[in-house]
């Protein structure tokens, strides 16, 4: 059954960096679908921080990352990564990678960052960002 497993969530002061990995079935690295990185804070909705589509690489950012967060992938590890620096207090939360396809803007496909655009989902890592 195609999964998605994360990783690399661990406790960290202000200012400092984390990597995540996402590890995908082939179903999802090797097909036409997005790898969408989601934040989770206690009492609050999944939000959409970073996205990258599997064909063509094409990345979204929620602009409450850009500049501090990168996706990227390794096809070949069927890994998704999130690296995350200059980490705030307000990072802290469950991230989890959930598996979406894209959807057509204009003429292109686009990865979007609205979790109801994802259908499968990991068990989610813990980031604790601490002054």
């Known amino acids: 059954q195609a999964q998605l497993v994360e990783s690399g969530g661990a406790s960290v002061q202000a200012g400092g960096s984390l990597k995540l990995s996402c590890e995908a079935s082939s179903k999802f690295m090797y097909g036409d679908y997005c790898i969408g990185w989601f934040h989770q804070s206690s009492g609050k909705q999944r939000e959409g921080v970073a996205a990258i589509s599997t064909i063509g690489g094409n990345t979204a950012y929620a602009d409450s990352v850009t500049g501090r967060f990168t996706v990227s992938q390794n096809s070949r590890m069927n890994t998704v990564s999130l690296q995350m620096n200059n980490l705030k207090i307000e990072d802290t939360g469950i991230y989890y990678c959930?598996?979406?396809?894209?959807?057509?803007?204009?003429?292109?496909?686009?990865?979007?960052?609205?979790?109801?655009?994802?259908?499968?989902w990991g068990q989610g890592t813990q980031v604790s960002v601490s002054s």
């Open positions: 959930g598996a979406g396809h894209p959807r057509l803007d204009g003429r292109r496909f686009v990865c979007r960052l609205s979790s109801d655009e994802y259908i499968n």
